[in-house]
């Protein structure tokens, strides 16, 4: 991580934090493959403003910003949500057949639950 003078646009500065001053901006990773990260990066670079429509938990209320292929994938996913379904599928083969069945596990809580699963 790098000390925000020190700091290109774009770069990583924290992790699970929020940003301090106009020159930072509240970023995550794309979910899908990589697992769930936020993180503080400065202003400029890749990013590109995320209209997936999460919120930190720190209780931040502005707006995130992802990698511009994230925000790809989701105006994809709009368009043709079976997309994300495929995806998934597709990574789940890949997988230990011991994760697999604890990722199908969770996924059927969630439902029940009533919230979408995999997401």
């Known amino acids: 991580m790098t000390k925000l003078k020190d700091a290109k646009p774009g770069d990583i500065l924290r992790y699970r934090s929020r940003p301090r001053n106009k020159d930072e901006i509240l970023?995550?990773?794309?979910?899908?493959?990589?697992?769930?990260?936020?993180?503080?990066?400065?202003?400029?670079?890749?990013?590109?403003?995320?209209?997936?429509?999460?919120?930190?938990?720190?209780?931040?209320?502005?707006?995130?910003?992802?990698?511009?292929?994230?925000?790809?994938?989701?105006?994809?996913?709009?368009?043709?949500?079976?997309i994300y379904e495929r995806k998934w599928k597709k990574y789940l083969r890949r997988l230990p057949k011991v994760a697999r069945q604890i990722f199908e596990q969770q996924r059927r809580a969630y439902q029940q639950a009533g919230r979408k699963g995999g997401q």
């Open 27 to 82: 970023c995550h990773n794309h979910v899908l493959f990589d697992g769930f990260r936020y993180f503080v990066a400065r202003r400029g670079g890749h990013w590109r403003v995320c209209p997936c429509g999460w919120q930190p938990p720190s209780g931040w209320d502005g707006v995130h910003y992802a990698r511009a292929a994230h925000v790809k994938w989701r105006h994809k996913v709009k368009k043709d949500p079976k």
